[in-house]
């Protein structure tokens, strides 16, 4: 399984929803990563975890929430988003965070009304 | 500031032609290099990697080439296919840091 399987694909939210996007890979990869893309810009870096542990968090606004369970699955809890919040969330996965290549999911497109 | 660049947002080639795509960095700490692949709604998909240690590296029809003195990469894809249109990213990374990517080239094989 070489997979970093996201869900949902789409979703649709209210500024004062509170949703959760899913991401799980089952490659025994130990670093998982949250990414942020808009429209005709590159993925930008939100957090990423490292044998289960926040490593980095680069200063993404406390509305958003990552959680690792395990090191299979990592949840992106979203309460009080704002309309610029809108884009793509890509959710990836590497053998460790040292220097190997990134896995990513197929992303989940969010829309915030 | 963009430490990664990509200064053509799109190339037309034509079928069985060459595709070079260009990646221009401006950390001299990086030292590994990887080129991704998206097609719309789709996360993107790793195609080759190079690390500083060398300056080409050759995967079927994809090569990427890298010139540190330049801070320039390049990906070569010949012969271009239809089925190569798509956007793609070059990315970048210092040891034990994160990916840097660059804003992407949508690439567009004419049959």
């Known amino acids: 399984d070489t997979e970093v399987t996201q869900t949902p694909k789409h979703l649709v939210m209210g500024m004062t929803n509170k949703k959760s996007l899913k991401c799980e890979q089952h490659m025994g990869h130990r670093a998982m990563y949250w990414y942020k893309q808009k429209a005709k810009k590159p993925p930008e870096l939100m957090f990423v975890y490292s044998y289960e542990k926040l490593s980095i968090n680069e200063s993404v606004p406390s509305r958003f929430s990552p959680e690792c369970p395990n090191s299979s699955l990592l949840n992106l809890h979203l309460h009080a988003l704002q309309p610029e919040d809108s884009a793509l969330y890509l959710c990836?996965?590497?053998?460790?965070?040292?220097?190997?290549?990134?896995?990513f999911g197929s992303g989940t497109q969010l829309s915030v009304l | 500031d963009q430490q990664v660049k990509q200064n053509s947002p799109s190339l037309s080639v034509q079928e069985g032609r060459i595709s070079i795509l260009n990646c221009d960095y401006t950390n001299s700490m990086f030292d590994y290099f990887l080129w991704y692949k998206k097609y719309p709604a789709e996360g993107p998909t790793f195609l080759i990697s190079?690390?500083?240690?060398?300056d080409k590296n050759e995967d079927g029809r994809f090569t990427v080439f890298l010139n540190k003195s330049a801070k320039h990469l390049s990906l070569h894809i010949v012969p271009s296919q239809p089925g190569d249109s798509a956007v793609y990213f070059c990315a970048a990374s210092a040891p034990g840091n994160q990916f840097y990517f660059g804003t992407g080239t949508s690439l567009t094989v004419i049959p």
């Open positions: 990836a996965s590497s053998p460790d965070s040292s220097n190997e290549k990134l896995f």
């Open positions: 190079i690390s500083s240690i060398k």
